[in-house]
Nanobody, 124 residues
């Protein structure tokens, strides 16, 4: 069993920054790709960023490229999402997820374990 716990969300003004963390317990973290997704009220859950198990490959939603950075520390079983230049449209519940494979993916269906989410609110 794998458990994922997100932290680092909160309220921030537009233009500000937040760093989300996702701590994983259980086995098979270091050999699996990880992803961040988000869901705004009344909208579908969408892909934000993903990282391969080595950290050598990363992928981003077009609207967050150049502002968000995904990274991981396999020794700490933790994946991060550094979010800079935040905009009100980034407001959502952010979820981390583990993929059952080592390569990154933007498809929700490719992820088998999910965290409970952390709220990010960006005020204008």
């Amino acid at each position: 069993q794998v458990q994922l716990v997100e932290s680092g969300g909160g309220l921030v003004q537009a233009g500000g920054s937040l760093r989300l963390s996702c701590a994983a317990s259980g086995r098979a973290f270091g050999s699996r790709a990880m992803g961040w997704f988000r869901q705004a009220p009344g909208k579908e859950r969408e892909f934000v960023a993903a990282i391969s198990w080595t950290g050598g490959s990363t992928y981003y939603l077009d609207s967050v490229k150049g502002r968000f950075t995904i990274s991981r520390d396999n020794a700490k079983n933790t994946v991060y999402l550094q979010m800079n230049s935040l905009k009100p449209e980034d407001t959502a519940v952010y979820y981390c997820a583990r993929r059952s494979s080592f390569s990154a993916s933007s498809s929700l269906n490719d992820y088998d374990y999910w965290g409970q989410g952390t709220q990010v609110t960006v005020s204008s």
